[in-house]
């Protein structure tokens, strides 16, 4: 899966665990992340580290609900490449980085 395919996959988890918010929400969610944390929704692939502490900073301890539906989403869009969602000791950050490496190991294959 080129890179490319991965970011796009990536955001739409993103935009999909957003929309549990509802659709306004989610809009101002992506408003809040660009006007106080700098933060585009283009760039949150390239830079979850800030998505998700900005997520953190936005909703406090109800991040890490919306972290793991986003983590859920991901999951489901890469069938399974990614590593169990049955642990809990993962942050979205990790689990980001460790399904990228794992789809990345896989086309090397």
């Not at 306004?24 to 390239?46: D, G, M, T, W």
């Not at 890469?78 to 642990?87: A, E, F, I, Q, Y």
Request: charged fraction near 30%.
């Amino acid at each position: 899966m080129p890179k490319r395919d991965f970011k796009r996959i990536l955001l739409e988890a993103v935009d999909e665990g957003l929309s549990s918010l509802g659709e306004s929400s989610k809009v101002a969610v992506y408003f809040h992340l660009q006007k106080n944390f700098n933060v585009r929704k283009e760039e949150i692939p390239c830079n979850v580290e800030a998505f998700a502490e900005a997520m953190e900073k936005i909703f406090g301890q109800g991040a890490s609900f919306l972290e793991i539906l986003i983590m859920k989403r991901l999951h489901e869009k890469v069938k399974g490449v990614s590593r169990s969602m049955d642990s809990d000791d993962f942050t979205l950050t990790e689990y980001v980085a460790s399904t990228r490496r794992s789809l990345l190991q896989k086309n090397d294959v």
